[in-house]
């Protein structure tokens, strides 16, 4: 298996009851496997929220009036910081569990394995990498299935 960051500093919260929802070191592992030979250490925080939390999020910082998935929070570093230096903090996580196991439960997908793809996808979105384009898209989805195939885990674009 691919080893993660040399230091990676994970906070999970949970807004909802966890039933259903994944364990923290599954969360680790998928965060490490996708930040794997990327960077040296990192800071980062998920947070598992219910529809109406992420319903809010989603509409304040995107404009989009609905719960999705995942949503992702760059970090933003502080002016004035000498040249060349860089703070481990990536930043944030906004998965919302009922989403996510209604996309499952839609995809006729293992509900880990969609966890596991989503928290991929975050921490990419998170390192810099976008879909907005074709050719942005491929490449990311060629990178999240080959992460995902290293944890073992199944293509998430197959049937979608």
Request: proline content about 8%.
């Amino acid at each position: 298996m691919t080893k993660g960051p040399v230091r990676l500093d994970l906070a999970i919260g949970y807004a909802l009851p966890r039933v259903g929802i994944p364990a923290a070191v599954s969360f680790r592992r998928w965060v490490a496997a996708a930040l794997a030979g990327r960077i040296r250490e990192a800071d980062l925080a998920i947070r598992l929220v219910d529809v109406e939390e992420g319903r809010a999020l989603n509409r304040h910082y995107r404009g989009k009036d609905y719960a999705t998935n995942v949503l992702s929070f760059p970090a933003e570093l502080p002016e004035g910081l000498p040249k060349g230096v860089k703070l481990p903090l990536l930043g944030d996580l906004v998965i919302c569990a009922p989403v996510v196991a209604r996309e499952a439960r839609e995809q006729g997908k293992p509900l880990n394995a969609h966890y596991a793809h989503l928290t991929v996808h975050g921490c990419l979105h998170l390192l810099g990498w976008d879909h907005e384009e074709p050719r942005e898209a491929e490449a990311m989805e060629q990178l999240e299935r080959d992460i995902l195939a290293g944890l073992g885990l199944p293509d998430p674009y197959l049937d979608a």
